[in-house]
């Protein structure tokens, strides 16, 4: 499994941007869909957005859709999220998260390995 830190959480206004980064260590980085959830208190943890291990398939969920957008250097085992237009309901803790299983990966049970997690804060 790989292990992952994440990085880039913090205080924005609304309408501002923050660039997340997930480094990871292992030797298999590269084989792996890496994905970015983020939870807020009582709720589930959902998707924000999925990449393959080659970049050439990337999920967003409808809520980021033209406002995130999920990239990786595999070449430095690192996958990033950047956020931009954000908005006070986009506040949450962000995890990065990967996964080396067959399927759709696009639920948190699908995922294996995960990051502690970096809290966004959003203020209107």
């Known amino acids: 499994q790989v292990q992952l830190v994440e990085s880039g959480g913090g205080l924005v206004q609304a309408g501002g941007s923050l660039r997340l980064s997930c480094a990871a260590s292992?030797?298999?980085?590269?084989?792996?869909?890496m994905g970015w959830f983020r939870q807020t208190p009582g709720k589930a943890r959902e998707i924000v957005a999925r990449?393959?291990?080659?970049?050439?398939?990337?999920y967003y969920a409808d809520f980021v859709k033209g406002r995130f957008t999920i990239s990786r250097d595999n070449a430095k085992a690192t996958v990033y999220l950047q956020m931009n237009s954000l908005k006070p309901e986009d506040t949450a803790v962000y995890y990065c998260?990967?996964?080396?299983?067959?399927?759709?990966?696009?639920?948190?049970?699908?995922?294996?390995?995960w990051g502690q997690g970096t809290q966004v804060t959003v203020s209107s």
């Open positions: 292992g030797r298999t980085f590269s084989s792996y869909r």
């Open positions: 998260a990967g996964n080396n299983r067959v399927g759709p990966a696009l639920s948190a049970a699908e995922f294996g390995a």
């Open positions: 990449i393959s291990w080659s970049g050439n398939n990337i």
